[in-house]
Antibody, heavy 118, light 107 residues
Framework: EVQLAESGGGLVQPGGSLRLSCEAS????????MSWVRQAPGKGPEWVAN????????YYEDSVKGRFTISRDNAKNSLYLQMNSLRVEDTAVYYC???????????WGPGTLVTVSS | AIQLTQSPPSLSASVGDRVTINCRAS??????LGWYQQRPGKAPKVLIY???SLESGVPSRFSGSGSGTDFTLTISSLQPEDFAMYYC?????????FGGGTKVEIK
């Protein structure tokens, strides 16, 4: 059974940093693109970043470029999101998601809440 | 960035009704579109990929159509568990974007 479990969310002040983790199981993690998708309270989902299976390429939504870094450790079946220079508007539930062969998000974790507030 | 415009933003329907949700892309995206259902407090769940292909395990009352710039999600006979938010999402190019969503409510 495919499972994704995010951790690392919490309350942080504007300008601060946070590192999210996602532990994957039940599939060959090293074969799949992985994503971070976020959802602000009361809003729709927003794609944040993608990473290739071997970690060689990363893709970012414009508002997080230069502030967030997606990475993975295939030996640990883990995905990460390093978030720096956090802004109030980064407040959201952050989901880790597996990209299927059809390029949609076929599996999602339960999400971890990041709150940026003073 | 490619913008996706969903309509209507919300709709009220009864169990058994046929429901149609539309999604228009700001430029052609071939068939690179998915549809998701989201219930309150839960992660989105994929229903349709490649505009018209049903994800494994999704009931056959859900169907998708369209290509290029105009797409449709149809629920042939609305069931109680279908009252939720629905989003279209393209994967034609980066950045990936979602539509604004359609809330399907009980009449």
């Amino acid at each position: 059974e495919v499972q994704l479990a995010e951790s690392g969310g919490g309350l942080v002040q504007p300008g601060g940093s946070l590192r999210l983790s996602c532990e994957a199981s039940g599939f060959t993690f090293s074969s799949d693109y992985m994503s971070w998708v976020r959802q602000a309270p009361g809003k729709g989902p927003e794609w944040v970043a993608n990473i290739k299976p071997d970690g060689s390429e990363e893709y970012y939504e414009d508002s997080v470029k230069g502030r967030f870094t997606i990475s993975r450790d295939n030996a640990k079946n883990s995905l990460y999101l390093q978030m720096n220079s956090l802004r109030v508007e980064d407040t959201a539930v952050y989901y880790c998601a597996r990209v299927s062969r059809w390029l949609v998000w076929s599996y999602w974790g339960p999400g971890t809440l990041v709150t940026v507030s003073s | 960035a490619i913008q996706l415009t969903q309509s209507p933003p919300s709709l009220s329907a009864s169990v058994g009704d046929r429901v149609t949700i539309n999604c228009r892309a700001s430029q052609g995206i071939r068939s690179n579109l998915g549809w998701y259902q989201q219930r309150p407090g839960k992660a989105p769940k994929v229903l349709i990929y490649a505009a018209s292909s049903l994800e494994s395990g999704v009931p056959s009352r859900f169907s998708g159509s369209g290509s290029g710039t105009d797409f449709t999600l149809t629920i042939s006979s609305l069931q109680p568990e279908d009252f939720a938010m629905y989003y279209c999402q393209h994967y034609n190019s980066y950045p990936l974007t979602f539509g604004g969503g359609t809330k399907v409510e009980i009449k």
